[in-house]
């Protein structure tokens, strides 16, 4: 059974950091474009970052904040979020596409930044 699984949320200050990890198991995905996305209550779900050979891709709203790597010996994906704002509150999910569609989700994890 293919999961990923998300660790690292938790409850952090306005100007504090956090790094979120996503592990792999069942299949590789090193050849595979993967990424983060979050959503908060009420609201849409948005992209945050996503990683692929190398080049990497951030929302408009995360840029300069955050970043994006991969330990592709690991099989493990990270996000470092720096500068947290609480608006960046909300659940965030890993993912990964091995076509044309996000086709592997993790359950999430819950970043809460208070004021």
């Known amino acids: 059974q293919v999961q990923l699984v998300e660790h690292g949320g938790g409850l952090v200050q306005a100007g504090g950091s956090l790094r979120l990890s996503c592990v792999a198991s069942?299949?590789?995905?090193?050849?595979?474009?993967m990424g983060w996305f979050r959503q908060a209550p009420g609201q849409e779900h948005e992209f945050v970052a996503r990683?692929?050979?190398?080049?990497?891709n951030y929302g408009d709203s995360v840029k300069g904040r955050f970043t994006i790597s991969r330990d592709r010996a690991k099989g493990t994906l990270y996000l470092q979020m720096n500068s947290l704002k609480p608006e960046d509150t909300a659940a965030y999910y890993c993912?990964?596409?091995?076509?044309?569609?996000?086709?592997?989700w993790g359950r999430g994890t819950q970043v809460t930044v208070s004021s």
């Open positions: 069942g299949r590789t995905f090193i050849n595979h474009e």
């Open positions: 993912a990964a596409r091995t076509g044309t569609v996000w086709d592997y």
């Open positions: 990683e692929f050979g190398g080049v990497t």
